[in-house]
């Protein structure tokens, strides 16, 4: 019913979002005399946020066509190196440029698509033979193809660092932080060829009991049964994974959204006055952000609620008492993966402490392995997008980087 109700209310706004559209550009047009008074500009804005607002949106593309390397533009292509039924590693190859350290940045299974990382890729891209990893929405899987885990994320995490070879770094923002500490230390322990020389965790949760967030604590304060009573759902039939049990990518958007409301209005309160005074380019920043934030796919139930217990109500991560497969992960094994963790001051989703646990439980790891780096001023979605990320944080990944590339 929750997925059905929202279906139906997706598709009213849908005509809405066309109808406010068509207002907008009606009231902005010199042939209607509406448009030259001074009412006109501010009933074609407010149309034209709500349109914006109300829109259906689909999966985003990276769009990368070039990039600059060593002063001179380089062509961009995008291809699909290994294809998995929940995801698939794409590679952006630089046309003519050979060398350069391999990354992985794997993205978050958290509501978004990879392109989410669009800021982060862009950035690391001139430097680096770059990989991401492009998770797929849950609702067009079909049942067919099976369960998604925690234990799966982890082996597809293994997968594509094989796919890659050996020496490839790898680069985790917020939620991944667990599961790729934990391939690393997998891979450590049976000194596999291809595990990462580095491992930046950027807002991750390693251990959310240092500072708890809104986001923690609402996962502490109720029991696993409510998580699976009342944020899952089934996805309708229409849709090629029809009758998979999920986690609505439009849930955690509401969530997401509530936390910080105010925020939220205030920069659509600022679109508006853009629009009303004719700054385009200032309200298609905000548009460009948006259109990015509202686009949403689903999780897997067992994946999300596996996650909700092992890393938010259990701890087994920095506990010591996180299992793969059956087979315990021992943060300790990690001899010679240069551990990078980077936190934002201001970080509303990860608190301050809970990325750097990572280096305190990597026991075994010599002290110049290891690297903390704070930003200040900056919140969660600055860690990685926007002014402080380019000219701040990604040169300390990239200077990480390369004092252990080998």
């Not at 322990?189 to 809104?214: N, V």
């Not at 304060?221 to 009573?229: C, I, K, L, N, T």
């Not at 897997?300 to 259990?314: D, G, H, K, P, S």
Request: hydrophobic share 40%; net charge negative.
């Amino acid at each position: 019913m929750l997925y059905d109700a929202y279906e139906f209310q997706r598709s009213l706004l849908a005509g809405a979002s066309a109808v406010a559209n068509m207002g907008s550009e009606w009231m902005q047009n010199p042939v209607n005399p509406l448009s030259y008074t001074r009412m006109g500009p501010v009933m074609a804005s407010g149309l034209d946020v709500f349109a914006h607002a109300s829109a259906p949106r689909g999966k985003p593309k990276f769009g990368f066509t070039s990039t600059i390397v060593n002063g001179r533009e380089v062509a961009v292509t995008e291809e699909i190196v290994l294809r998995k039924p929940f995801g698939q590693l794409k590679r952006f190859r630089r046309e003519g440029v050979e060398g350069g350290p391999k990354l992985l940045i794997v993205a978050p299974m958290s509501g978004h698509y990879a392109t989410l990382l669009r800021g982060t890729a862009e950035r690391m891209l001139p430097g680096h033979d770059l990989y991401v990893t492009d998770w797929r929405d849950a609702k067009l899987v079909p049942q067919a193809e099976g369960r998604f885990d925690l234990d799966d994320y982890i082996d597809y995490l293994v997968a594509f660092l094989e796919e890659m070879g050996p020496g490839a770094h790898m680069l985790a923002v917020c939620q991944p932080a667990v599961p790729c500490y934990a391939a690393a230390a997998l891979m450590a322990a049976e000194d596999h060829p291809c595990r990462p020389r580095t491992l930046t965790m950027m807002g991750g949760p390693i251990d959310t009991r240092k500072a708890p967030t809104q986001v923690n604590t609402v996962a502490t304060q109720r029991p696993h049964s409510w998580f699976e009573q009342n944020v899952i759902a089934t996805v309708p039939f229409y849709y090629p994974g029809g009758g998979r049990r999920v986690y609505p990518g439009f849930l955690q958007l509401a969530g997401f959204m509530a936390m910080n409301l105010g925020n939220h209005l205030a920069s659509h309160w600022g679109m508006f006055k853009h629009l009303v005074d004719g700054d385009e380019e200032g309200a298609d920043s905000t548009k460009r952000f948006y259109e990015e934030y509202r686009s949403v796919c689903d999780m897997t139930a067992e994946f999300y609620l596996q996650t909700i217990e092992q890393v938010f109500q259990r701890h087994a991560l920095p506990k010591g008492e996180f299992m793969h497969r059956g087979k315990l992960i021992d943060p300790g094994k990690i001899k010679d993966i240069g551990l990078l963790a980077i936190e934002g001051e201001r970080d509303d989703i990860s608190g301050i402490g809970q990325t750097k646990a990572a280096l305190t439980i990597a026991t075994g790891l010599p002290d110049e392995y290891k690297h903390y780096h704070l930003a200040e001023g900056v919140g969660h979605y600055g860690i990685f997008n926007g002014r402080r990320w380019r000219d701040e944080i990604a040169p300390v990944v990239e200077e990480w980087i390369i004092r252990h590339d080998g």
